[in-house]
């Protein structure tokens, strides 16, 4: 059995007081410890406000982005030892506000997998498509770019997928409209059948996580679904009580570790 995530995206919210009472409240909802696994992504200002309020606990947190190179003068980014250093386990990549504001590509989208894998952290990497490409019947051939860019980043020697992808529409983000189940789960089955092609193995064990529009009263029914090994939160993921309720859904979706 896939164990089942919880992550929460904080994106560019939050000042110091934040950070502390928001962690201090999903540490003190008494989650049985690991299942699901819970891992927050405050802002790179946060991180340490952040880990030393979690580090003696099961919750985990990461970096919402890093830079490729190890350190050197590249004004305003972040390299994969910082957030280590930070305590960091995960980072997520190519995340669609990085690749719509940002402009980011796949290609470099596979270049920080490739320097997050080296560094020790474990890519979380964002995969979706828009509104227009789903209207045209593109959602399958956005899905398989973006996912075959990092997927030779697989390390196939091992039996524990080395990152976890998330399906995240960029129609259902922060829009209040998130893919049905059925939806959802028709994309991560289709990922999952890629990962396949590289190893069977691999494509059972590795996470598959929902993203958009993840609220506590639609959670269990999309962690209901076969392909479907948890979410990353955005907005619910800053009220303590939204996302206490999508890790309890998670809970009682009932996957060991
Ligand atoms: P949302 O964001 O939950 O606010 O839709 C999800 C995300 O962008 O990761």
């Known amino acids: 059995m896939r164990p089942i995530m919880v992550a929460g995206n904080w994106k560019m919210n939050g000042l110091s007081a934040d950070a502390v009472h928001l962690t201090q409240a999903i540490l003190h909802a008494e989650m049985e410890p690991m299942r699901p696994e819970v891992v927050i992504f405050p802002p790179f200002t946060l991180l340490h406000a952040v880990s030393q309020e979690a580090k003696s606990s099961a919750l985990r947190w990461g970096g919402q982005n890093l830079f490729w190179e ?17 305590g960091c386990r995960y980072v ?10 940002f402009a980011e590509s796949d290609a470099q989208v596979a270049q920080k997998v490739k320097v997050a894998l080296l560094s020790g952290l474990t890519p979380v990497v ?12 593109a959602t399958e051939a ?31 983000i922060g829009t209040g409209l998130s893919a049905s189940p059925e939806q959802a789960q028709a994309v991560h ?12 193995q691999l494509a059972k064990r590795l996470l598959l996580l929902y993203g958009g529009s993840v609220k506590g009263n ?40």
């Open 70 to 86: 190890a350190s050197g003068a590249y004004t305003g980014e972040i390299s994969g030892a910082m957030l280590r250093d930070m």
């Open 218 to 257: 639609n959670a269990a029914a999309l962690f209901g679904q076969t392909d479907i090994d948890g979410g990353l939160v955005g907005g619910a993921s800053l009220q303590v009580g939204e996302f206490i309720q999508i890790c309890r859904a998670a809970e009682l979706a009932g996957r060991g570790g």
């Open 92 to 101: 997520l990549i190519g995340h669609s506000e990085r690749r719509q504001i």
């Open 142 to 172: 956005v899905i398989h770019r973006q996912v075959e860019a990092v997927l030779p980043l697989l390390n196939l020697e091992t039996s524990q997928p080395n990152m976890i992808i998330a399906y995240e529409p960029i129609w259902a």
């Open 126 to 137: 964002c995969v979706g498509e828009t509104e227009a490409e789903r209207a045209q019947g």
């Open 189 to 200: 089955a289709f990922i999952r059948g890629l990962v396949a092609a590289y190893s069977t």
